[in-house]
């Protein structure tokens, strides 16, 4: 992708906003625009409460097996300190590497998923969620990290405006997912 159509996509998903489309159709749009900028065969987007040490979903391509409103706990790991803790991206290259973060990393194998982008989205430098991009084997080998971050600063406020139907309190821990 040229710069061109880089800048395409960002203008139109900051007209979104500006405009105060439903988050609905952000994400919608937003998932366009990771596919043209990135690719990915599995996109989520979480919210992250550092509080509670939960994240949930608020948005899923495959809602089969990633469906919204899904929640995790966090567990204390390599992958927890740099992407929730110090808000650096994660790119996961092989195999491997999506076993050694994803509990359910068998599932995304069978759909193909074997490498992974993980992009914080900070709010005053503080992490509140992430974007989440999986494909194939050293897809996001080459991925223009700049770019990544761009997106995810576009993404503060709409996750914001998703996050309240969560329960991301640590109140109800019924329905949390392994991690």
């Known amino acids: 992708m040229d710069e061109t159509q880089s800048m395409s996509i960002i203008s139109s998903l900051a007209f979104s906003l500006h405009r105060g ?3 609905e159709t952000f994400w919608e749009e937003l998932d366009r625009g990771l596919q043209d900028a990135f690719g990915h065969t599995l996109f989520t987007v979480l919210a992250y409460d ?8 608020v948005y899923s391509t495959q809602q089969q097996i990633n469906p919204v409103g899904g929640r995790k706990r966090v567990t204390k790991s390599a992958w927890t300190k740099q992407v929730l803790e110090d808000g650096r991206i994660f790119r996961g290259a092989t195999r491997e590497d999506i076993k050694a973060v994803f509990s359910d ?3 995304l194998w069978s ?3 074997e490498s992974v982008l993980n ?3 900070r709010k005053q430098g503080i992490v509140i969620g992430s ?3 999986l494909d194939s084997a050293g897809h996001y080998d080459e991925a223009p990290i700049e770019l990544a971050y761009v997106f995810a600063q576009l993404c503060v406020t709409p996750l914001e405006a998703s ?3 969560l329960r991301l ?3 109800d821990q019924g329905d949390l997912e392994h991690v």
């Open 21 to 23: 489309e439903p988050v």
């Open 50 to 57: 550092a509080s509670s040490g939960l994240l949930g979903r």
């Open 105 to 107: 990393y068998e599932v």
């Open 111 to 113: 759909i193909g998923c």
């Open 119 to 121: 992009i914080p989205i």
């Open 131 to 133: 974007l989440n991009l």
């Open 163 to 165: 996050r309240a139907a």
């Open 169 to 171: 309190d640590g109140g």
